[in-house]
């Protein structure tokens, strides 16, 4: 059931890599689909991308903000933290020299068919003042249809992300994730991808009040930003956002991905810095505490994230018990934990939080139907596992944790 007509809950979940020349499908660029999603015109200028008839949620509408007030300008810094911000530490980033607004909002990572994407929980009445383009800044009906419950959606990503036939989008990999109607595709703010209005946090399991948005106007971001991360600490990431726009990341300071969905005890707080090539390297202390390498059945040993190892493990020994195991092929196993981005891109996939295992990869490439055995498909399901052959653009050898699935019941479903 979509927005229009009820919710559905996220429920929250409680180093050896495979040859590089089989990951082919999962580090590679998500393909466009190829057809628009529902609703919308990909001609319209941004700002006028509305889709159909609004799909007000009832349980998720605030006031309509009225026409635009206040000064237009993108942001200079982003900042995002694991944590609330009080009402403290925001009084004091506004106090920094050069410091000349702060735009606070809640911003989470929301993994859609294994790519992460920025979702905001804003005021839209104000947050629209921080969008790159002064004509979606500008259009009223884009923030009355946020206001009313639905999804702004950066035009960018329209063609990328899987929407059903109402034009809904699902907010997360498990059965129950919520959909929320995407009502508008137009300009974001730099670095976000899609804005609700912050009744939505609750929703979502987002944490309120995470991130600002903060202008310097004639000051050099540079020079704002080192008292500003005295203020909060080594915690926090506080980036540049003219850096970040134009490599898509900002590869100089620590990166901080607060993930939200079925998947975010699994993750926590997911601290990394950029490298070259693509490569991140995730906090030691992260991976000391979410990775592990162990032998599971069939392949062997694999390295995952701790929390999925007990479900995989399970998983393939019902393959075995269901006289499937050579349905499975060890030597064209690619690998569980890869810490780096999609390729092409700055975007985290589940295989950097170690929670998607690619099998099976010469016969099961990106946009085909596959060769997984179906059987084997119906048992990692039941386990807790999404597969990448439904998706829209489908990737058949790719499976994903979406939800915790207690493995000690094992015994009892043989």
């Known amino acids: 059931m979509g927005a229009r007509r009820g919710l559905r809950r996220a429920v929250p979940a409680a180093v050896a890599l495979a040859a590089l020349s089989l990951v082919t ?60 911000l009080d009402k403290k530490t925001i009084a004091a980033i506004k106090r920094v020299k050069g410091v000349t607004s702060v735009e606070t909002l809640s911003l989470a990572e929301s993994v859609i068919e294994n790519q992460a994407i920025s979702v905001a929980a804003v005021d839209p009445g104000s947050y629209r003042n921080y969008v790159s383009d002064l004509n979606a800044a500008q259009t009223d009906e884009l923030w009355i249809r946020v206001a009313g419950g639905e999804l702004g959606l950066k035009r960018q990503r329209r063609d990328e992300l899987p929407l059903d036939e109402q034009g809904n989008l699902k907010l997360g990999a498990a059965a129950d994730a919520p959909s929320v109607h995407v009502g508008a595709y137009s300009a974001q703010a730099p670095l976000i991808d899609a804005v609700v209005n912050d009744t939505w946090v609750d929703t ?24 500003i991360q005295k203020i909060l600490g080594k915690g926090a990431s506080v980036q540049l956002v003219d850096l970040a726009t134009r490599r898509g990341i900002d590869p100089t300071v620590k990166q901080v991905a607060v993930v939200t969905g079925s998947v975010a005890d699994a993750v926590g707080v997911f601290r990394y810095t950029v490298l070259a090539g693509g490569r991140i390297a995730p906090d030691p202390a992260w991976v000391r505490t979410h990775i592990a390498t162990e ?24 393959v075995v018990e269901s006289d499937l195991a050579d349905e499975i092929h060890p030597g064209e196993y690619a690998g569980c934990y890869y810490p780096r981005f999609i ?30 055995h179906r059987g084997v498909v119906a048992i990692f399901e039941s386990w807790g596992f999404a597969w990448g052959g439904r998706w829209g653009y ?5 499976f994903e944790m979406s939800q915790i699935v207690d493995a000690t019941v094992v015994s009892s479903r043989q």
């Open 25 to 84: 499908a999962c580090t590679e660029d998500a393909e466009p689909t190829a057809e628009p999603p529902p609703g919308g015109d990909s001609t319209s200028p941004v700002g006028t991308g509305a889709t159909g008839d609004p799909a007000v949620e009832t349980d998720h509408a605030v006031k309509p903000p009225g026409p635009r007030k206040g000064v237009f300008g993108p942001p200079d810094l982003m900042v995002v933290s694991p944590q609330t």
């Open 204 to 227: 979502l399991g987002m944490t309120p009040d995470n991130a600002l948005l903060i202008r310097t106007a004639g000051t050099a971001p540079k020079r704002v930003r080192q008292p």
């Open 295 to 318: 032998q599971v059945p069939i392949l062997g040993t694999v390295t995952c994230n701790r929390a999925m190892l007990p479900q995989l493990r399970a998983a393939l020994q019902e």
């Open 343 to 372: 390729a092409g891109s700055s975007k985290l996939s589940n295989h950097a939080f170690g929670l998607a295992l690619d099998m099976n990869v010469p016969g099961n490439q990106r946009g085909t139907a596959g060769e997984m």
């Open 394 to 398: 489908t990737d058949p050898m790719h």
